[in-house]
């Protein structure tokens, strides 16, 4: 007898892919590092425009988003003396979605 239910996706047969996505949720999971993403959706934002929405000094979602970067979840780009940041992958659009969906609807 199988004691993995068929249901179960292939994720729990791969470790890369386990590591991955365990490396990945542990970058999104503070708080304001998920407020952020919120914030971002699927546009192109400036760190002070991250800090009005947020609420925070701007050192500290600096050091937020110095985070989601190293770990490849946002890209960035400097134009004259701002920083812009876009989530670098659709997959994460997808999972905060799936998130919000989840905790954010009524039961």
């Known amino acids: 007898m199988n004691p993995v239910p068929d249901m179960i996706p292939d994720l729990l047969t791969k470790e890369e892919d386990i590591e991955r996505a365990s490396h990945f949720l542990k970058a999104m999971a503070h708080p304001l590092r998920l407020k952020i993403l919120c914030i971002l959706g699927n546009q ?6 991250i800090v009005d929405h947020v609420g925070t000094s701007q050192s500290n979602i600096s050091q ?11 890209t960035s780009r400097k134009s004259a003396n701002r920083v812009y940041y876009r989530v670098s992958d659709a997959r994460t659009l997808r999972l905060v979605g799936m998130m919000q969906e989840v905790f954010c609807r009524p039961l």
């Open 44 to 49: 192109e934002v400036s760190v002070q425009e």
């Open 64 to 74: 937020h988003l110095a985070v989601l970067r190293d770990k490849n979840i946002l």
